[in-house]
């Protein structure tokens, strides 16, 4: 290919990957007034979400879940047990594992995701439009996860 042809194919703009970490970036600042108030970044708040998914699992659920390795989650878990908002302790089954689970208190900010919810359906123009971007960004996630396997 000639360097014209690849030009074509250069800019920023033209790009999915960027297009998908900017909108990454503005999902982190668009979260940042809901979370703020109760002291949680958004990495501290999917921590979180996998925890009101499924509570009381080992790290390497939560790691897994992510797409994280442990030793990126295990800082975030010390910051939430810091802030009362869980627990990490030894799983009685297998004391190789650490076991996460919420607090009441982490329990009790489980009504954010349906404060952020509301808030994004009026700017995404609503459930449908919603659901169909998050079914995208997933297919394309699952075709590339697949590709590096």
Request: net charge neutral.
């Amino acid at each position: 290919m000639s360097d014209s042809a690849n030009s074509d194919f250069v800019g920023l703009d033209r790009q999915l990957c960027f297009a998908i970490y900017s909108a990454g970036l503005a999902f982190t600042a668009a979260y940042k007034p809901i979370l703020d108030p109760h002291g949680l970044t958004y990495p501290q708040f999917l921590v979180l979400l996998a925890l009101w998914e499924k509570d009381g699992v080992p790290l390497k659920d939560i790691s897994e879940r992510l797409g994280l390795d442990p030793g990126s989650v295990t800082p975030l878990l010390k910051k939430l047990e810091g802030m009362g908002l869980l627990r990490r302790g030894r799983d009685p089954k297998n004391e190789r594992q650490l076991f996460v689970e919420l607090t009441d208190q982490g329990q009790a900010l489980r009504p954010l995701v349906g404060e952020a919810r509301c808030a994004f359906l009026s700017v995404l123009d609503g459930e449908a439009s919603i659901l169909k971007a998050r079914d995208e960004v997933a297919r394309i996630t699952r075709l590339l996860q697949a590709r590096l396997t």
